[in-house]
């Protein structure tokens, strides 16, 4: 469901902020063992995995159903995928994919591929996820159009501008 409204599209980011967001949070933690409650760790990895699947899907997928557009976001789709999309996530950010698999299969759907040992949450190659992913959303910061962004975002723009020497938007 692309849209043009500006409004709609602001409010969305901040969708899309929350999961960055709740990633970089959960992704501090100790590899997960700030606990020694099995069920709380296994809460945080799992919400982990799924915040990373989602910022995946987002970034490298087709959309399914009402799925939030990269294209509603970025200036040119097309120049877009020809980095970001599956074959890409496969090749280029392996840590990255496999979390989105691990997730798939050992969080959001019951399946019989499901390996438990590897799937707990201290077995996720945390750094290497939060390195890949790190890349895919500068990547993504380049590409953004900005006034598209909530201004929950601005904060992430101007460390990205202040690198970069760009002006920071106009409110």
Not at 67 to 75: A, G, Q, W
Not at 97 to 122: F, S
Request: hydrophobic share 35%.
């Amino acid at each position: 469901m692309a849209t043009n409204d500006l409004g709609q599209l602001k409010d969305k980011s901040e969708r899309l902020w929350y999961h960055i967001e709740m990633y970089r949070e959960l992704a501090k933690r100790p590899r997960f063992e700030s606990t020694e409650d099995k069920f709380i760790r296994n809460a945080i990895a799992e919400s982990f995995a799924i915040n990373v699947r989602a910022l995946a899907a987002f970034f490298f997928l087709d959309p399914k159903g009402d799925d939030l557009l990269i294209k509603d976001f970025v200036r040119d789709e097309v120049e877009w995928r020809k980095d970001h999309d599956l074959n890409t996530l496969i090749k280029d950010y392996p840590a990255l994919d496999d979390a989105r698999e691990r997730a798939n299969k050992g969080v959001a759907h019951i399946t019989y591929n499901l390996n438990r040992p590897k799937h707990l949450g201290k077995e996720y190659p945390v750094d290497d996820i939060s390195n890949d992913l790190e890349k895919v959303i500068e990547a993504f910061l380049e590409h953004v159009v900005e006034d598209r962004l909530a201004e929950c975002w601005d904060d992430e723009l101007k460390k990205r501008n202040q690198h970069d020497r760009k002006p920071v938007r106009k409110s």
